[in-house]
């Protein structure tokens, strides 16, 4: 019903800058929270940022500073800029939305594929 559908990952040097893009498509009444998270590996999947409707936005310490979430509401869409890239954000990239796909229904949670953020020099 609802896709999510990432780009902008790929290969980059320590200190160089990335922006992810994430937009929705399908079945949408409304996007409640859009985030991005990511698992590197060997370890667990961890919250990156999130930003609400209203713009409140959340960062996990170790990003505060150097990335900057926001969101295109009439575009379905959410971004990640990434400054200052360092190789400990090596890492699988996922967005995620809280999305209600029908009226008077509950919204859902829904995950993209997934895009790779490499930072090697």
């Known amino acids: 019903q609802v896709q999510l559908v990432e780009s902008g990952g790929g290969l980059v040097q320590p200190g160089g800058s990335l922006r992810l893009s994430c937009a929705a498509s399908?079945?949408?009444?409304?996007?409640?929270?859009m985030g991005w998270y990511r698992q590197a590996p060997g370890k667990q999947r961890e919250l990156v940022a999130t930003?609400?409707?209203?713009?409140?936005?959340n960062y996990v310490d170790s990003v505060k500073g150097r990335f900057s979430i926001s969101r295109d509401n009439a575009k379905n869409t959410v971004y990640l800029q990434m400054n200052s890239l360092k190789p400990e954000d090596t890492a699988v990239y996922y967005c995620n939305a809280e999305v209600q796909s029908k009226l008077f229904s509950p919204s859902d949670n829904y995950w993209g594929q997934g895009t790779q953020v490499t930072v090697s020099s």
């Open positions: 399908g079945s949408i009444v409304s996007i409640y929270v």
């Open positions: 930003i609400r409707t209203d713009r409140y936005t």
